[in-house]
């Protein structure tokens, strides 16, 4: 108690500098709409709808919306929703930062709600991003009486990106997201926990992860931006390994239309509880569209 009580004290410790930073070029950047639609070869769908919008001094209000239907190892379908809000000051500052929040799952069934606190630091030809989260994790648990008890799990967590621009046309980017529970969170995948939660809160879990790192590398021509991506995870619910390849492209019609398409394939290590089963490889297709505007 007295660690997630430090904890929240100094997500708003950072929340209040970051915000105090809030002074930039009275110039404003363009506002953003962003929509994608993602499938793969498990079946599953994800639609998300994101937008950034700047005023005052060139602060960001970021938010995100997406809703996903995800069939899990044993065939039972379920589907998710996440939200994200995001007020940040401008980018354009050396320093700057802000405070968020979001909200992921299924009420009633899985759900995590954080607290999140962007900071980032640009120099000339790099950028370095941090950003501290504090998310409590709440799913329902039913006894062998029949009755529905409330869990709660604490999950602390930081994502930290370094980003290199000062080679001609190309950026490098290397990031890294860390989770720290306060349960194990792997016995989730045991036959017990099988009797007292639901398929839904079971498939739901097995999006949690311990770790992820990602390395990307985009090329910068007039009208197109070409990238290739790498990354690695450990899923939170069975401590299984995945790593995943990307390709990605992204078009510029004009000052205000682009859009983007991405081909990834993500394999999976160990043996799926739910099978008994070597996990399967996924491959994936995003697509997506951008309208810049002032």
Excluded at 89 to 99: L, N, V
Excluded at 124 to 142: C, H, M, S, Y
Excluded at 146 to 159: C, E, K, T, W
Excluded at 230 to 241: E, H, I, M, T, W
């Amino acid at each position: 108690m007295v660690q997630r009580l430090l904890t929240r004290a100094l997500l708003v410790i950072l929340c209040f500098f970051a915000l105090k930073s809030f002074a930039a070029p009275p110039e404003l950047d363009p506002n953003t709409v962003h929509y994608e639609y993602s499938g793969d070869s498990q079946k599953n769908v994800t639609n998300k709808l994101s937008g950034s919008i700047f005023f005052a001094n060139n602060n960001e209000l970021y938010l995100d919306g997406e809703s996903t239907k995800t069939k899990d190892t044993s065939g039972n379908t379920s589907s998710s929703s996440a939200f994200e809000a995001d007020l940040s000051s401008s980018p354009r500052q050396k320093f700057s930062g802000g405070a968020g929040i979001k909200w992921f799952g299924v009420r009633g069934i899985l759900s995590e709600a954080t607290i999140r606190a962007p900071l980032h630091y640009k120099a000339k030809n790099w950028k370095l991003e941090l950003t501290p989260a504090d998310g409590t994790i709440r799913f329902q648990a039913v006894t062998l009486r029949g009755r529905v008890r409330d869990l709660q799990v604490n999950d602390f967590s930081f994502d930290l990106a370094y980003t290199y621009t000062g080679f001609t046309n190309w950026d490098l980017r290397i990031s890294t997201e860390q989770h720290d529970y306060n349960e194990d969170m792997t016995l989730l995948s045991t036959s017990k926990a099988a009797r007292v939660f639901s398929n839904n809160t079971l498939s739901l879990a097995q999006t949690l992860v311990n770790y992820s790192n990602a390395l990307d590398v985009t090329y910068h021509f007039e009208k197109l931006d070409v990238g290739a991506s790498l990354g690695s995870s450990q899923s939170a619910f069975d401590k299984s390994l995945s790593s995943t390849s990307a390709l990605n492209a992204e078009y510029f019609f004009n000052d205000n239309w682009s859009s983007n398409a991405e081909l990834s394939r993500t394999k999976s290590e160990g043996i799926d509880p739910a099978t008994g089963q070597a996990y399967k490889a996924t491959s994936a297709i995003t697509l997506g569209a951008t309208y810049t505007f002032d």
